[in-house]
């Protein structure tokens, strides 16, 4: 069974963009992005036909409190990463040697 991955509207008119108005070839895109092949070329059509009214989101625009309660939720996120980033910095850099293999 094939799965369909979802796109998000700005990422179809971004890669719509880098072919249109950047002149990248369809198959240039759709490897640099990891775009299904083929898909691109229905994006790059469905612009044609309808301009800016192509890839309206499906969904409703979210609320200030969805969008501050979504933020918090990465920030959160990205503070753990940032931290584990750090950690793993300050052990590789007590002793170089120890996880170079020499």
């Known amino acids: 069974m094939r799965s369909h991955r979802k796109y998000d509207p700005n ?4 890669a719509v963009r880098l072919v249109i108005e950047d002149g990248m070839g369809i198959r240039e895109v759709e490897r640099s ?21 192509a890839f309206v989101g499906s969904h409703a625009p979210e609320s200030p409190e969805a969008e501050l309660k979504r933020l918090r939720k990465e920030n959160e996120r ?3 990463e940032r ?5 793993a910095v300050a052990i590789f850099s007590t002793d170089p040697h120890r996880y170079s293999g020499s």
């Open 11 to 14: 990422f179809k008119r971004e």
């Open 33 to 53: 992005l990891g775009i299904t092949y083929g898909v691109l070329k229905g994006w790059v059509q469905k612009h044609r036909d309808h301009q800016d009214a």
């Open 78 to 80: 990205l503070q753990r």
């Open 83 to 87: 931290d584990i980033l750090k950690k």
